[in-house]
């Protein structure tokens, strides 16, 4: 056996999560060529995946089914050719983002609770997010020090609670959360503290000591909501991340998008909700998708939207039916989908 070489004393080992996000997977001939896939068959896009680059973590791809071009998970993040077709109606800045950003960060769109995109980094690419067109590399509030973003929340007494958005905040490091919430710890009228993020289930990784010292350390309750839209994204990695959360006495919710040919069945939607609820997780929101070009292809009209989600209320207990919601800008909060129909100016 050759004695390994030491390691240089001045670089400590990056950090187990900071590894595995960094060996993503980023070409998509490999994610094909690792489920056995042929390019041809599964009509992946070039030119899709120059607009918004594949990104997935191995520990993802592992969860998806080997051979099957229609893997629900895969379809989440495969540049396809379905992206390239112009679609009236779908756009850049699909829910009014751009009216209601403040600057350093900071979107306050609804009442006391403002959201800060904190970084615009993501350690999956989610095909179908409105975020693919949004600007963030020049307005993401960790960019700017965070000073401008606790600013605004400081000077504005009806602000209770902070969301941490993105892009995704886990993908920040510790001590740069660590600096915002010292830096939010001095404002009295901060009651709550939001995470928005997908890492705990796609890089579960990324919940280790560090992370769940941090959290252990707030001062405020603290709710979590993640994002899964299938059952299969939960494994026992994620299970056990879900469990090292709530122990810090965090409240995890769910949110998930509504996507054909992902989770548009009972059957779908009612394993994601069972299978998140096994894990700790309750569900938060079913969102009708953003209307973003390049995800028209994800759609579920309405109505079928509304059967679906009233099929899955018959099926599961009051507490494991997610709220079904559209953005519409200009709105207060989340728009029921019910009483959004009809409220969408219809495409020119
Ligand atoms: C969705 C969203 C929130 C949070 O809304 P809740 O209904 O409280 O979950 C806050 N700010 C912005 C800009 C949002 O898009
Ligand atoms: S913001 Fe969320 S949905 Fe959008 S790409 Fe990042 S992880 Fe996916």
Known sequence: MIPAAPAPLQHPAPRRWQAAWREAVRDPRELLAMLGLESLAVGWSEAAARQFPLRVPRGFVARMRHG??????????????????????????????????????????????????????????CRYCFRRHYPYADDSAAAAGWHEAVALVAADPSLHEVILSGGDPLSLADHKLTELTEALRGIPHVRRLRLHTRLPIVLPERVDAGLLGWLHGLPWPVTIVVHANHANEFDPAVDAAMAALRATGASLL?????????????????????????????????????????????????????????ALAARLPGYLVPRLVREIAGEPGKTPLQAAIGRIAPAE
């Not at 379809?75 to 379905?82: A, F, I, K, M, Y």
């Open 68 to 125: 099957d071009p229609a893997d629900p998970l895969l379809r989440q993040v495969l540049p396809v050719l379905e992206e390239d077709r112009l679609v009236p109606g779908f756009s850049l800045d699909a829910v009014g983002d751009g009216a209601a950003r403040r600057g350093g960060g900071l979107i306050h769109k609804y009442r006391g609770r403002a959201l800060l995109v904190a970084t615009g980094s993501c350690a999956v690419h």
């Open 254 to 310: 769910n949110q998930a998008v509504l996507l054909r040919g992902v989770n548009d069945s009972v059957d779908a939607l009612a394993d994601l909700c069972e299978r998140g609820h096994a894990a700790g997780v309750l569900p938060y929101y079913l969102h009708q998708l953003d209307r973003v070009a390049g995800a028209a292809h994800f759609e579920v009209p309405d109505g079928e939207a509304l059967s679906l989600h009233a």
